[in-house]
Structures are given as C-alpha cells and as structure tokens.
C-alpha cells in the first residue's frame, strides 16, 4: 500500500544539477502535479547536467529547462521553505544543509542515499550507465515510499 503523497517535497543535493533535478522530474512525471515538486542545492556553480536529461529523457521526462538554483537563491527568491512538507536529501553535504534549516522551520527531512555519478565513467556510454543508475536508484526510492507510476490517481 503506497503511502499518501505529501502537499510539498523538496528534494536536494549538492549543484542542483544531476541527482536533485532528476528526482523533482520523475516525481512529477509519476505522480502528477497534485504535490508541490521543487529541487535545490547547497551550491548552484553548475548548470543542468547532459546526462542527467539524456536518462531522464529515456522516460520523457524533460529536464533541459531546469535552471539550478541553491537554498540561499531559493529563500531570496520567495520560496518559503517551511512550507515544505518533506525535504528529501540525495546526498551528505545537503542533508547537513537541511537538518540546519530544521533549527528554524519545522521540517521532515529524510536521506536517501543515492549515487553521484559525475565523474564515473570513460566512455559516454560508461558515464550513461552510472546516471541510469542513480536515476534508476531515485526511482526505486519512490515507488518504495509511494508506489508506482499512476498508484495516486
């Protein structure tokens, strides 16, 4: 039994440029637009990641106009954090990020443990494999936390 989708989630990492992005779009291509979907990163010094919307682009999910942006834009820019429902962390450095922001907001943060795959990878094919990967970990994450595709119609 999938677990009832929450109002808002914010998923975060480290550049917003691969893990994050990837996160927001497949939750959004999975479960529709009933929950608030934003992704974020303790840094924004990169910009969307090739192969993050090459393996994204294999389940059409588009992802070529996502602009990355960090927590601090993100405050400067309106987004209210603790309207978040959950903010789910992708990597070390921006859960660090998150349960700081706990000290301030009233925030459900949970860490899933998913693969950095820049830098893995000689050939274009092996650095493929590595963002299928994590992109493929992102996905079992949330069918295990709010089943399949199409489980909140």
């Given amino acids: 039994m999938a677990k009832e989708l ?26 529709g637009t009933g929950t608030y979907v934003q992704s ?8 969307i990641d090739g192969f993050s919307i090459a393996v994204c682009q294999e389940l059409d999910v588009e992802l070529s106009r996502h602009r990355s942006r960090s927590f601090d834009e993100m405050e400067q820019w309106g987004d209210d954090l603790s309207s978040f429902d959950l903010v789910v ?7 660090r990020r998150a349960l700081e922001l706990t000290r301030f907001y009233h925030l ?10 820049t ?3 000689d050939s274009r094919e092996a650095k493929l494999v590595s963002y299928r990967q994590s992109r493929d970990q992102i996905i079992d994450q949330l069918t295990s936390r709010w089943g399949g595709p199409g489980s909140h119609d």
């Avoid at 929450?6 to 999975?30: T, W, Y």
């Avoid at 962390?89 to 859960?95: D, G, M």
């Fill in 108 to 117: 459900e943060v949970e860490y899933w443990p998913i693969m950095d795959p």
């Fill in 40 to 47: 974020v990163g303790v840094k924004n010094d990169l910009e």
């Fill in 6 to 31: 929450p109002q808002s989630v914010l998923f975060c990492c480290d550049h917003n440029a691969v893990r994050s992005p990837m996160a927001e779009g497949i939750m959004k291509k999975f479960y």
């Fill in 89 to 95: 962390a992708l990597s070390p450095a921006s859960q």
């Fill in 119 to 121: 830098g893995l990878g």
